[in-house]
C-alpha cells in the first residue's frame, strides 16, 4: 500500500465511509495519513465542584447524592442526577439514556466529565461521560487526537483507518541521509507519522511536528532557492512609461493616495520603466488599500497597449475585483478592455474569454486558477499580478509569469511577517511595504466577551441593520457533528433567523458548499440583499464590502489572534463606524486576556507574536496563527524556529551542492522533478 492506494482499500473503509471521506478531500491513504490532528485531547486531573467554572469542559470525582430523576419530554428521555463532592454539589443531565438509572445508584462514586453550563444560578454539566475512579486515571496519562471531521464520521473511525493503513504501508525511502537527521535533531519520516497519529506523549509530538513541519519548510525553500536563480534580474521586455491614464484616474478618484501608496505606485513605475523586470510583492495590511496601486499600474500596463492579468485565489474575490474594476472602466473612462476568467464559468463562456484574450481584444484578465490552464494563451501579457499571494503556491506564480514572455510581476500579501521572514519566502522579491491606513478610517472599537453577552450582541446587530449597515458573523465550523462543542454556519444561521427581526436577511456562507453558490451569496452581500452573513474563514480573504460594520466572532478563542485581525479587517472600511465582538467560549483568565491584546494594537506582526509569547509548546496546537501560507500543518510564527532551521539546511546544502548531483543529495533532485512533473504544490505534501 503506498500514497497513491485509493482508501477503499484499506480494510474497514466501505462505501459510505469513502463518501464521508470524499467531504474531507480524502481519497488516498496519502492523504489519510497526512490528515494530521487538529490537537490532542488529555483528561485533566478531575477539579472540585465548587471550583468549575461554566463554559469549561472538565472532570469532577463525585458520588450519585439521590436516586436519579426522570422525564420525559415529547421523545426526549431525561435523566437528572445531582452528584456532590467536598465542595459542593451539581446536576449532571443526560439525554436519552434512561438505563443509565440503573448504574448510577445513590452513593456510586465516578468521575464525570464534560461541558459545564450555568442555568441560572446553577451549574449543569450536560451529557458528561462517565469513568470509574480506576479507568479515568488510566486515561489521564493518554494523548487522544483530534481530527477535523464531517458530519457521520467520528474520531473512532478516522483513526482506526489510519492504523489499518500503517499497518501495511509501504514508507517511500528518505530523502535525507541519516547523518543529515541526525544532525539536525529530526527522527525519521514513518516514525513521525506513527507519533503524530498515536502519540506517547507532549515530547514526542513535538518531535514529530518537528519533522513534519521542517519537510514542508524545506521543500518549499528549496524550490524557492532553485527558482530564484533563474528569476534574479532578467532584462525588461515591456518597458512602459507612464501616460497621462493614470494621472487623469488619479485626479478623478474620490480619494487621494496616502503616503505610502503613493511611494509604491512610485517604486513600481520605477520599476516597469526600468531596464530590468519588476519582481515586487506589495506588504500591507488588511484595508491598507493595496488594490488601487496595482489598478494602477494595470492601467499603466494597458495604456502601454500591452495585456496585464490579475489573479486571486478564490472565485468570489476574482469576480469581486472584475465588477469593480468594470465599474471604474466605465465611470472614469479608463482603457481597460476587461474580462473575466475563473473555474465556474460555462465551456462555451470560458471559449469567448480565451479567444479575446488570445486575439488581444481582451488587455486586462481576471480570474483564479483558471488564468494558468494550458488552454489560456495570451497576445502580449507585460503584467501579472497575485493578489493574496499567500494563498497561492510558488508554482502557481511562476507558471502565470511562464504564460507571457517574461512579464513583470507584482504580488501582493497582508502577511505581516517581519522583513527576515519575508526574505526567507519572498527571497526573490523586492519589497514595498503600504504601512499606513487612508486616513478616512474610524478605528474599529472591539469588545471581547463571554456567550451571556449574545443576547446584547444580537439587539446591537438587529439595530445596525435598522440603520441599514450589513453583519458578518463568523462559525469556526460549518455543519453540526464536526465538532461538539463548537459553533457551526449552518445550525447558527437557523439560529439567527429565528432570533433577528423577520425583515433581516440572514444568509450563509462556507467553503464547502459549490464555487457558483458561494459567489451568489457574496454578490447578494455585496449588493445589500443580505443583511447578516454567518460565515466561516472563508470570508477572511479579500472581501471588501465598506458597509459591514459588524464583525461579531464566535468561539474566538480557537481562533489564532493574526486570523483574528485578518477577520477584523473586514469591517471599518468604510465611513461608519465599525465593531468587532469577539465572543469567547471559555472564560479562562488567560483566554480573555490574549484576546484582549486585539484591543491594544492594530499592527498584525505584533498581534501575532504577543500571541505566541503567551502561550506554551503544548497550546499551540489547533490554533493556526496566519491563516495563510497554508501549509498542511506547519505556522510561519509558531514554528518559526524551525523555518529558520530548514532555511539554514537549504542555503547549506545548495552551497555544496548546487545542482543537487551527489550521492547524498540525489534524492532530493528526484523529488523536486517528481513534484514538478506532477504540479504538486510543496506547501501541501
Ligand atoms: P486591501 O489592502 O486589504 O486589499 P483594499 O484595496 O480592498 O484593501 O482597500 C480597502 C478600501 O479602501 C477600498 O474600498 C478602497 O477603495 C479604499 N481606499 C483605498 N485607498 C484609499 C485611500 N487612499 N483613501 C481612502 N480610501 C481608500
Ligand atoms: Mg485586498
Known amino acids: 500500500m503506498n500514497q497513491n492506494t485509493p482508501i477503499t482499500e484499506v480494510k474497514g473503509i466501505g462505501e459510505k465511509t469513502a463518501k464521508l471521506f470524499a467531504k474531507l478531500d480524502i481519497y488516498h491513504v496519502g492523504e489519510l495519513l497526512s490528515h494530521y490532528p487538529k490537537?490532542?485531547?488529555?483528561?485533566?486531573?478531575?477539579?472540585?465542584?465548587?471550583?468549575?467554572?461554566?463554559?469549561?469542559?472538565?472532570?469532577?470525582?463525585?458520588?450519585?447524592?439521590?436516586?436519579?430523576?426522570?422525564?420525559?419530554?415529547?421523545?426526549?428521555?431525561?435523566?437528572?442526577?445531582?452528584?456532590?463532592?467536598?465542595?459542593?454539589?451539581?446536576?449532571?443531565?443526560?439525554?436519552?439514556?434512561?438505563?443509565?438509572?440503573?448504574?448510577?445508584?445513590?452513593?456510586?462514586?465516578?468521575?464525570?466529565?464534560?461541558?459545564?453550563?450555568?442555568?441560572?444560578?446553577?451549574?449543569?454539566?450536560?451529557?458528561?461521560?462517565?469513568?470509574?475512579?480506576?479507568?479515568?486515571?488510566?486515561?489521564?496519562?493518554?494523548?487522544?487526537?483530534?481530527?477535523s471531521l464531517t458530519k457521520g464520521l467520528t474520531n473512532k473511525t478516522v483513526q482506526k483507518a489510519v492504523r489499518q493503513a500503517l499497518s501495511v504501508y509501504t514508507f517511500e525511502k528518505e530523502c535525507f541521509s541519516q547523518d543529515f537527521l541526525q544532525k539536525q535533531g529530526l527522527m525519521s519520516r514513518k516514525d513521525a507519522i506513527q507519533e503524530t497519529h498515536f502519540p506517547e506523549n507532549m515530547q514526542g509530538v513535538l518531535q514529530a511536528r518537528k519533522r513534519i513541519v521542517f519537510d514542508e519548510f524545506f521543500f518549499f525553500l528549496l524550490m524557492l532557492q532553485k527558482n530564484k536563480e533563474v528569476s534574479s534580474a532578467l532584462p525588461n521586455a515591456y518597458q512602459m512609461f507612464e501616460t497621462a491614464d493614470t494621472v487623469r484616474f488619479l485626479e478623478q478618484l474620490p480619494f487621494s493616495l496616502t503616503k505610502a501608496q503613493k511611494k509604491v505606485w512610485g517604486e513600481i513605475r520605477d520599476d516597469m520603466g526600468s531596464s530590468y523586470c519588476m519582481n515586487r510583492l506589495i506588504q500591507g495590511d488588511v484595508g491598507s488599500g493595496k488594490t488601487i496601486v496595482a489598478v494602477l499600474a494595470l492601467l499603466m500596463c494597458a495604456a502601454n497597449g500591452y495585456q496585464g492579468a490579475l489573479m486571486a485565489p478564490t472565485e468570489v474575490l476574482a469576480m469581486q475585483h472584475f465588477e469593480n474594476i468594470t465599474r471604474d472602466t466605465q465611470q472614469y473612462?479608463?482603457?481597460?478592455?476587461?474580462?473575466?476568467?475563473?473555474?465556474?464559468?460555462?465551456?462555451?463562456?470560458?471559449?469567448?474569454?480565451?479567444?479575446?484574450?488570445?486575439?488581444?481584444?481582451?488587455?486586462?484578465?481576471?480570474?483564479?486558477?483558471?488564468?494558468?490552464?494550458?488552454?489560456?494563451?495570451?497576445?502580449?501579457?507585460?503584467?501579472?499580478?497575485?493578489?493574496?499571494?499567500?494563498?497561492?503556491?510558488?508554482?502557481?506564480?511562476?507558471?502565470?509569469?511562464?504564460?507571457?514572455?517574461?512579464?513583470?510581476?507584482?504580488?501582493?500579501?497582508?502577511?505581516?511577517?517581519?522583513?527576515?521572514?519575508?526574505?526567507?519566502?519572498?527571497?526573490?522579491?523586492?519589497?514595498?511595504?503600504?504601512?499606513?491606513?487612508?486616513?478616512?478610517?474610524?478605528?474599529?472599537?472591539?469588545?471581547?466577551?463571554?456567550?451571556?453577552?449574545?443576547?446584547?450582541?444580537?439587539?446591537?446587530?438587529?439595530?445596525?441593520?435598522?440603520?441599514?449597515?450589513?453583519?458578518?458573523?463568523?462559525?469556526?465550523?460549518?455543519?453540526?457533528?464536526?465538532?461538539?462543542?463548537?459553533?457551526?454556519?449552518?445550525?447558527?444561521?437557523?439560529?439567527?433567523?429565528?432570533?433577528?427581526?423577520?425583515?433581516?436577511?440572514?444568509?450563509?456562507?462556507?467553503?464547502?458548499?459549490?464555487?457558483?453558490?458561494?459567489?451568489?451569496?457574496?454578490?447578494?452581500?455585496?449588493?445589500?440583499?443580505?443583511?447578516?452573513?454567518?460565515?466561516?474563514?472563508?470570508?477572511?480573504?479579500?472581501?471588501?464590502?465598506?458597509?459591514a460594520t459588524v464583525m461579531m466572532v464566535e468561539n474566538a478563542e480557537r481562533f489564532g489572534l493574526a486570523q483574528l485581525h485578518q477577520l477584523r479587517g473586514r469591517v471599518g472600511r468604510g465611513a461608519h463606524q465599525s465593531y468587532c465582538i469577539f465572543v469567547s467560549a471559555n472564560e479562562k483568565k488567560e483566554s480573555m486576556e490574549r484576546l484582549q491584546i486585539l484591543n491594544q494594537s492594530n499592527d498584525g506582526f505584533f498581534i501575532a507574536s504577543e500571541d505566541l509569547k503567551l502561550r506554551g509548546p503544548g497550546e499551540l496546537f489547533g490554533v493556526r496563527q496566519s491563516g495563510e501560507l497554508s501549509f498542511r500543518m506547519g505556522d510561519i510564527y509558531t514554528d518559526a524556529a524551525i523555518l529558520q532551521q530548514a532555511s539554514e539546511a537549504v542555503e547549506m546544502i545548495l552551497r555544496k551542492d548546487q545542482n543537487l548531483e551527489s550521492e547524498e543529495y540525489k534524492p532530493l533532485r528526484e523529488y523536486l522533478l517528481k513534484a514538478d512533473e506532477n504540479m504538486v504544490d510543496f506547501r501541501s505534501i
Open 39 to 147: 490537537d490532542y485531547e488529555t483528561y485533566a486531573p478531575p477539579i472540585p465542584i465548587a471550583q468549575i467554572k461554566p463554559g469549561e469542559l472538565c472532570a469532577v470525582r463525585a458520588f450519585v447524592s439521590a436516586i436519579p430523576n426522570q422525564k420525559r419530554i415529547r421523545n426526549l428521555d431525561i435523566l437528572n442526577v445531582v452528584i456532590k463532592d467536598d465542595s459542593g454539589a451539581m446536576q449532571v443531565t443526560f439525554f436519552n439514556m434512561p438505563f443509565l438509572k440503573k448504574v448510577l445508584k445513590p452513593g456510586a462514586c465516578y468521575v464525570f466529565r464534560g461541558l459545564v453550563q450555568s442555568r441560572g444560578n446553577a451549574k449543569v454539566m450536560e451529557q458528561a461521560k462517565y469513568f470509574t475512579i480506576d479507568e479515568y486515571y488510566k486515561q489521564m496519562n493518554v494523548l487522544m487526537p483530534r481530527y
Open 333 to 547: 473612462g479608463l482603457a481597460f478592455r476587461p474580462v473575466l476568467l475563473v473555474g465556474s464559468m460555462t465551456a462555451k463562456e470560458k471559449r469567448a474569454a480565451y479567444e479575446k484574450i488570445a486575439d488581444g481584444e481582451a488587455n486586462l484578465i481576471i480570474g483564479t486558477h483558471a488564468l494558468i490552464q494550458n488552454k489560456v494563451e495570451y497576445k502580449n501579457l507585460a503584467l501579472v499580478v497575485t493578489d493574496e499571494q499567500h494563498r497561492f503556491g510558488v508554482r502557481q506564480r511562476e507558471m502565470l509569469a511562464e504564460k507571457g514572455n517574461q512579464p513583470h510581476v507584482l504580488v501582493m500579501s497582508a502577511t505581516p511577517i517581519p522583513r527576515t521572514l519575508a526574505i526567507i519566502l519572498y527571497g526573490d522579491l523586492h519589497i514595498s511595504v503600504i504601512n499606513e491606513l487612508p486616513a478616512n478610517r474610524l478605528p474599529i472599537k472591539n469588545c471581547v466577551v463571554n456567550t451571556a453577552y449574545r443576547p446584547k450582541a444580537y439587539a446591537f446587530i438587529a439595530d445596525q441593520v435598522a440603520q441599514g449597515r450589513q453583519v458578518y458573523v463568523i462559525c469556526p465550523m460549518v455543519e453540526e457533528g464536526e465538532q461538539e462543542d463548537v459553533e457551526n454556519v449552518v445550525e447558527y444561521t437557523a439560529k439567527l433567523k429565528s432570533i433577528l427581526p423577520s425583515n433581516v436577511q440572514t444568509a450563509y456562507l462556507h467553503g464547502k458548499m459549490r464555487p457558483a453558490d458561494k459567489n451568489r451569496v457574496m454578490e447578494e452581500f455585496a449588493a445589500h440583499n443580505i443583511d447578516v452573513l454567518v460565515s466561516t474563514t472563508v470570508i477572511e480573504v479579500g472581501i471588501n464590502v465598506p458597509n
